[in-house]
């Protein structure tokens, strides 16, 4: 399934890679990162070939594309795609991620299927270990796409580098369960890991939440859950990518006048997934639709927020830290130069999601040590 839009600049939505981006890029465009001083990421540039914004984003001329997200929209560019606004959404998760597009699992993590009630979850476990701190993460994919299968490898990454045990979520989806559903169901996963941890090797008084892009809404979402029904206590959070305003005055925001019209994620995908989600667009502005809009944020856990140069809900992210940060909440926002959208999460397509997952491993691990 390959998907584009109409209209003068074509749209050419994440799924499109479906049959156009092997499982690795080559090996000439493959490196490590680098942080300066003040903890954003740079790309190192001798020797690689660099594109502009501009090449694919007009009007952006602040940063650069690292070579591995340029060789990316280059094939994305030359193909001729319908809109994701003409498929169905079961269309949409068949092609949402693709086998090929996936690192093998890490070999040293235990898999186990469960249930948290009447919601499916999958639990990671590095072998060999004992009482393990425990990580709750909840998936992208617009709260339509995305399953516990697509997310399987980078489960294995948290689990393995963390080393503590990943509880993956497979929440329902929309349009068959629309807001709260997916929020319904993460919450009860959560409560679950926290009362059921001692019977798969974690510690309940070491918890986490994870998300990435949606995933990351309903992370925020439970931990603001969390503080108000008086537990379970939730140590940190991580939010990669995150969608934390679902209104449409969101998208009056540069990243969304710059990459609106990108080749990745589009603010035409965007309005896809809200219409799927909502049954009503004027409970975006519900707090645990829209994280960004709660009249407090005060008393959530620690946050490490990421987010990514060329994606267009990259100032919702930022925004997000800058609430939490000015409320009290100890904040650490990691922005990473020249990447798109929710890339920590596919390390086999972009290399540097190695050092965004290695980031996040480091703060994890400190922070359930102070758990």
């Known amino acids: 399934m390959t998907l584009s839009g109409g209209g003068p600049n074509k749209r050419i939505e994440r799924m499109a890679l479906a049959t156009l981006v092997p499982k690795r890029v080559t090996t000439a465009h493959a490196h490590r990162v680098r942080r300066d001083d003040s903890g954003d990421h740079r790309s190192p540039q001798e020797g690689l070939p660099q594109m502009t914004g501009p090449d694919f984003y007009p009007g952006y001329h602040r940063g650069v594309l690292r070579p591995e997200s340029a060789a990316i929209l280059q094939q994305l560019a030359g193909g001729?795609?319908?809109?994701l606004d003409t498929v169905t959404p079961a269309d949409a998760r068949a092609a949402f991620v693709l086998p090929e597009w996936l690192?093998?699992?890490?070999?040293?993590?235990?898999?186990?299927?469960?249930?948290?009630?009447?919601?499916?979850?999958?639990?990671?476990?590095?072998m060999g270990a004992g009482c393990l701190p425990v990580m709750v993460f909840f998936h992208g994919g617009g709260?339509?796409?995305?399953?516990?299968d697509d997310f399987e490898p980078f489960c294995t990454f948290l689990s393995a580098r963390v080393r503590c045990v990943v509880v993956s979520v497979g929440y329902r989806r929309s349009p068959e369960s629309p807001f709260p559903a997916a929020?319904?169901?993460?919450?009860?996963?959560?409560?679950?890991?926290?009362?059921?941890?001692?019977?798969?090797?974690?510690?309940?008084?070491?918890?986490?939440?994870?998300?990435?892009s949606a995933g990351a809404n309903l992370a925020a979402g439970v931990t603001a859950l969390a503080r108000d029904h008086d537990g379970p206590g939730i140590g940190h959070q991580v939010l990669i990518s995150p969608w934390v305003d679902l209104t449409t005055a969101a998208e009056d925001t540069e990243s969304f006048a710059f990459f609106g019209e990108g080749l990745w994620l589009s603010s035409a995908a965007i309005g896809w997934y809200r219409g799927h989600y909502l049954k009503d667009l004027a409970m975006a502005k519900d707090p645990l639709v829209s994280p960004l809009l709660a009249a407090e944020v005060r008393a959530l856990p620690p946050a490490l927020v990421l987010t990514a140069e060329f994606d267009v809900l990259a100032d919702q992210g930022r925004a997000y830290a800058a609430?939490?940060?000015?409320?009290?909440?100890?904040?650490?926002?990691?922005?990473?130069?020249?990447?798109?959208h929710d890339f920590v999460t596919l390390p086999g397509l972009f290399p540097s999601a190695w050092e965004a997952i290695d980031d996040v491993a480091a703060f994890s691990r400190e922070a359930f040590k102070r758990s």
């Open 80 to 83: 001729d795609f319908p809109a």
């Open 183 to 212: 929020l319904d169901d993460a919450w009860a996963a959560t409560l679950w890991a926290a009362s059921e941890a001692p019977t798969f090797g974690g510690d309940p008084t070491r918890l986490a939440v994870a998300g990435d």
């Open 323 to 340: 609430r939490l940060q000015d409320a009290g909440v100890a904040v650490v926002h990691r922005r990473y130069d020249g990447m798109l």
């Open 103 to 126: 690192d093998e699992c890490d070999p040293n993590v235990r898999i186990e299927e469960a249930t948290a009630g009447e919601v499916p979850v999958r639990i990671y476990r590095p």
């Open 143 to 148: 709260f339509v796409a995305g399953d516990l």
